[in-house]
C-alpha cells in the first residue's frame, strides 16, 4: 500500500472557525477511524508480544523478534516503493545537509522500548493494566510536547483543560494499580510502562515530521523500526551474554505477527498525523487502544485472574482524561516560548 504525500499550511486564528467541505469532512472522518482502529493494533500487538516474552521466558528477545521482523517487511515495502525510496534519500539528505536534526529520525527507539516493555510487563500486569499505564504517560508528554513545540510544529498554549486531563490520567494509574500495590507486583513492573508511555508522544511527533518531509508514510515507518531495532540489538546480545538463548521457541505463528501489526499501526499513524494533528489522532488511538485492551483482557487474558474493577475504572478515567485534554479552553497559562519560535496557538 502507498500513501500519497498530504501538504499542510500552518493554520491561522480563522481556520478555527471554518467549516469544512463535506469531502474534507469525510477525509477527516476516515481518518479518525483509521487512528482508531491503528490504536486498538497497538493493543492487540502488547498481548502478542507480552505472551511471546511469556512463552520465551525472554522479553528481550521477543522484543527484537518483533521490531526485527518488522524492519525486514517494511525494508521490502521500502525498496518496491519508488515514493519509499525517494522519500529515504530526501530525508537523508537532509540529515546530512544539516536541515533537521539527527534524532527527529529516531522515533524507532521509544518504539523499541515500549515494545520492550510489552514482552517484560504485560504477562505480569495484563494488557489492560498495560495500557493504562503507556496512555497517562503519553497524555503527560503530549502536554510537555505541545506547550514547547517541535520541528515546524509551533508550541501551544497550556490550558485549563489540558492540565486537568493530564491530572486525571496520572489519578487514573493509581486508580487501576492500587490491587496491584497490595499484592505482589514489584514497583518497577507499573513504573516501566509509565516511563515509555512517556516517550510515545515524543515518538509519535517526530515520525509525523519525517512523514511530511519525505512526502511517504513507508519512509517514516521504516527509519522508525531502524532505531528500534538497533536498541533492542543491543539489549538483546546483552541479555544472550547473561542469560544465554532460549530453551526452546513457541510453535503457534500468531506470536510472531507482532512486527506486522507494528508496521501497519506506525505507517497509519504516521498518514494521519498531518491531516487530523497530534491531539486528534491521539485522542482517536486511545480510545481503540484502551476499549480493545479492556476486550482482550476479557476474551483471552494472560493469565486466569478476573479484570479487577479498578482497572475498569482507571481505563474509564483514562478515557475521560484524554476526552478533557482534547477539549478548547480560552484560559490559557502563560509558558515559555521556544527559543527562535514566535507563534503561539
Not at 510536547?145 to 515546524?152: A, E, K, M
Amino acid at each position: 500500500m502507498e500513501w500519497e504525500p498530504v501538504a499542510f499550511e500552518p493554520r491561522t486564528m480563522t481556520d478555527k472557525t471554518a467549516t469544512p467541505a463535506p469531502a474534507s469532512r469525510l477525509k477527516l472522518a476516515l481518518c479518525v477511524a483509521l487512528a482508531t482502529l491503528c490504536g486498538s493494533a497497538v493493543a492487540l500487538q502488547s498481548r502478542i508480544n507480552g505472551q511471546l516474552g511469556t512463552d520465551l521466558h525472554d522479553g528481550f528477545i521477543a522484543a527484537f523478534i518483533s521490531f526485527g521482523s518488522g524492519l525486514v517487511i517494511i525494508a521490502i515495502v521500502l525498496v518496491a516503493s519508488r515514493a519509499g525510496r525517494r522519500g529515504f534519500a530526501t530525508v537523508t539528505g537532509a540529515i546530512r545537509r544539516g536541515e533537521i536534526p539527527w534524532w527527529h529520525a529516531a522515533g524507532g527507539v521509544a518504539g523499541g522500548l515500549f515494545v520492550l516493555s510489552q514482552g517484560l510487563v504485560v504477562g505480569l500486569l495484563g494488557i489492560a493494566l498495560f495500557t493504562v499505564a503507556t496512555v497517562a504517560g503519553q497524555t503527560i508528554s503530549g502536554l510537555v510536547i505541545d506547550s514547547r513545540g517541535i520541528g515546524t510544529v509551533a508550541p501551544k498554549a497550556i490550558t485549563v483543560t489540558r492540565l486537568v486531563g493530564a491530572a486525571l490520567a496520572l489519578a487514573s494509574v493509581v486508580v487501576a494499580v492500587l490491587p496491584q500495590l497490595s499484592g505482589q507486583a514489584a514497583v518497577w513492573v507499573i513504573i516501566l510502562p509509565f516511563a515509555v508511555g512517556l516517550l510515545l508522544g515524543w515518538q509519535q511527533a517526530v515520525n509525523g515530521q519525517i512523514k511530511t518531509l519525505a512526502g511517504s508514510a513507508t519512509t517514516a515507518t521504516f527509519f522508525n523500526f531502524v532505531g528500534g531495532t538497533v536498541v533492542l540489538a543491543v539489549f538483546a546480545l546483552v541479555n544472550l551474554a547473561v542469560a544465554g538463548l532460549p530453551h526452546g521457541f513457541p510453535t503457534n505463528p500468531v506470536l510472531y505477527a507482532g512486527g506486522a501489526i507494528g508496521v501497519l499501526f506506525i505507517a497509519g499513524f504516521a498518514a494521519v498525523i498531518p491531516i487530523i494533528g497530534v491531539l486528534l489522532q491521539s485522542l482517536a488511538a486511545v480510545s481503540g487502544q484502551l476499549l480493545m485492551a479492556l476486550l482482550l483482557d476479557y476474551v483471552a487474558p494472560a493469565d486466569a485472574t478476573p479484570v479487577a474493577i479498578a482497572t475498569v475504572v482507571g481505563t474509564i478515567l483514562t478515557l475521560v482524561a484524554v476526552v478533557i485534554a482534547s477539549l478548547r479552553s480560552r484560559d490559557a497559562i502563560p509558558a515559555r516560548q521556544v527559543s527562535g519560535t514566535g507563534a503561539r496557538r
